[in-house]
T-cell receptor, first 113, second 112 residues
């Protein structure tokens, strides 16, 4: 069966510090991968998605970047965090061959102080 | 541009009542409509899904009703329980297309 791992679960970082959130998927190959952000009480905002290694599409201009160094690894990064980067970050995957539903990780609660 | 409009954004229902969440979409190319349930501090989890070739799908207390001509679909939770208290997202996707489009979410509270 497929599983998705996302870490860390919580993170408190000072303004101006770098960020690296990692997500890995097991039990499938060539998945579509996604990073979402969810502000408090708000919906899911798609930040990045990837259909293959090194292929990243950005949905919203922002202070963040994403990379996919391996087929089942997706990384969300920032060189300098802003207060507005605080939120709940979710990694998700969907089957690469037939996009139906997305399967989510448990999320990372990021607080920028 | 919000391609999937979800309402209401919050809902309070008494235990045993029916919770109804509505969604409307614009893109007629959507061909898969999943619903997600999210508990606080957790990632959303797939609850139930429907394709536009059926008008209704039921799984336990959860039912999706789908109206293709009106481009609307809804989630009904029968005999709502306090454990159903969560945020619910409707979504839509297109076969072969990479992105799933989500509604804004409905925070459901079931009170005893």
């Amino acid at each position: 069966s497929q599983t998705i791992h996302q870490w860390p679960a919580t993170l408190v970082q000072p303004v101006g510090s770098p960020l690296s959130l990692e997500c890995t998927v097991e039990g499938t190959s060539n998945p579509n991968l996604y990073w979402y952000r969810q502000a408090a009480g708000r919906g899911l905002q798609l930040l990045f998605y990837s259909v293959g290694i090194g292929q990243i599409s950005s949905e919203v201009p922002q202070n963040l970047s994403a990379s996919r160094p391996q087929d089942r690894q997706f990384i969300l990064s920032s060189k300098k965090l802003l207060l507005s980067d605080s939120g709940f970050y979710l990694c998700a995957w969907s089957p690469g061959t037939q996009n139906t539903e997305a399967f989510f990780g448990q999320g990372t609660r990021l607080t920028v102080v | 541009q919000q391609q999937v409009k979800q309402s209401p954004q919050s809902l309070i229902v008494q235990k045993g009542g029916i919770s109804i969440i509505n969604c409307a979409y614009e893109n007629t190319a959507f061909d898969y409509f999943p619903w997600y349930q999210q508990f606080p501090g957790k990632g959303p989890a797939l609850l139930i899904a429907i394709r536009p070739d059926v008008s209704e799908k039921k799984e336990g207390r959860f039912t999706i009703s789908f109206n293709k001509s009106a481009k609307q679909f809804s989630l009904h939770i029968m005999d709502s329980q306090p454990g159903d208290s969560a945020t619910y997202f409707c979504a839509a996707s297109i076969h072969g297309y990479q992105k799933v489009t989500f509604g804004i979410g409905t925070k459901l509270q079931v009170i005893p």
